[in-house]
């Protein structure tokens, strides 16, 4: 019997079970996030992010929600920098717990959050950006209809280090058809040395 993988809005309450989670999966997340201060990974830390993240929901530039494997609590996904008007377009992140990797937590979660923003939040695009080498990541987006076009350098500080990405994007009305593992390789490897 499969798992079911939801999503729901992340509030201030969750705070003490965020502040577990994210300690217990420092070392995990260590090579794919930004640096940490210490507070981060208490529950006073996590309130004052969710007090944030309740905002950012209420003013209509963010909405964090936590994934839940079988109820119980995995990661966490947001469509965040949302701009409204003629661009309708948020960017897409997430994160899931190590032991859960590799079970379709992600893939679930990333078309739950899809549905909600071409749906109620009336999105019209979603970008999505991984490091070079997160294939795993890579495969999740190509499962859910995003596609790989193009390579920012130096996009974001991740352990301390400035990191290319390679972007991805989901329309709406022209979602990707899958290409696989073997052709989105070859499509990255282009991207990344068009030479």
Same mark, same amino acid.
């Given at each position: ?7 729901r ?8 079970e965020?502040?577990? !989670?994210f300690?217990a999966?420092? /070392?995990?997340?260590?090579? @794919? #996030?930004?640096r940490?201060?210490?507070?981060f990974?208490?529950?006073?830390g996590?309130?004052?992010? !969710?007090?944030?993240v /309740? ?11 936590l ?7 995995a990661? /966490? ?6 701009v ?5 377009s948020?960017?897409?992140?997430? @994160? ?19 549905r909600?923003?071409?749906? /109620?939040?009336e999105?019209?695009r979603?970008?999505a950006a991984?490091?070079?080498?997160n ?9 859910n209809?995003? &596609? ?13 280090? @400035? ?5 991805f994007q989901h329309i &709406? ?8 593992? #073997? ?7 282009l !991207?990344?040395?068009?030479?």
């Amino acid at each position: 019997m499969s798992a079911s993988v939801t999503i729901r809005p992340a509030v201030r309450a969750d705070a003490a079970e965020l502040a577990a !989670l994210f300690t217990a999966q420092r /070392e995990h997340l260590r090579p @794919w #996030d930004p640096r940490r201060d210490h507070g981060f990974y208490t529950r006073a830390g996590q309130r004052a992010r !969710l007090t944030a993240v /309740e905002r950012d929901r209420a003013a209509g530039t963010a909405y964090r929600h936590l994934i839940l494997e079988d109820g119980e609590l995995a990661g /966490e996904i947001a469509i965040s920098n949302v701009v409204r008007r003629a661009f309708q377009s948020g960017n897409l992140g997430y @994160w899931v717990a190590g032991e859960r990797c590799g079970r379709g937590v992600a893939t679930a979660a990333v078309g739950a959050m899809c549905r909600l923003a071409f749906g /109620e939040l009336e999105l019209h695009r979603i970008e999505a950006a991984t490091m070079l080498h997160n294939i795993g990541s890579q495969l999740v987006l190509d499962r859910n209809g995003f &596609a790989p076009f193009g390579v920012a350098a130096s996009y974001l500080r991740i352990a301390g280090s @400035w990191c290319d990405h390679l972007l991805f994007q989901h329309i &709406a009305e022209q979602p990707s058809a899958p290409l696989g593992r #073997d052709e989105l390789a070859r499509r990255i490897s282009l !991207l990344a040395d068009p030479q």
